[in-house]
């Protein structure tokens, strides 16, 4: 089974909008900290609207402890730096999806380590997509290859 890991995300509503997606898609959602909000905060729950109960939610206190829980998974590591294509990279069932904060994407340890791939961005002026969007695509490619 897929999961979708954000590492140290900062903006609730993007938070809050990717729950919502795990939520729809059965999809475990881990969060390592220090997050740049409480989960608590009324406007991650607002972009997650009235879906919190059905969203299957671990927060992690560091790295370590997402690694420890992914016990050997694959990390693949969504970057503006990754190598390959997200679409030509071949996902496999048990994959964590990962994605960085939005200020500062991965930390290089975690993408030193670990396979990265990256959305296409047409206009060089821009750089990233939001963080919601990006593990929307991220995830449903993911699922689309696998048959899902």
Sequence with gaps: MLQVALIYPEIP??????????AATNTHLHLVEPLGFEISDRQLKRAGIDYWE?????????????????????????????AKHFREFQ???????LFGSESSGLPQEVLANNPAVYIPMEHP????LNLSVSAALGLFEARRQLGM
């Design 91 to 97: 996902y496999q069932d048990g994959d964590w999806l």
């Design 13 to 22: 509503p993007n938070t809050g909008n990717i729950a919502r997606t795990c």
């Design 54 to 82: 059905y969203v299957n939610v671990t927060v992690h206190p560091h790295i370590e402890s997402l690694r420890e829980a992914s016990n050997g998974a694959r990390w693949v590591c969504f970057s503006a730096r990754g």
């Design 125 to 128: 002026k821009v750089r990233s």
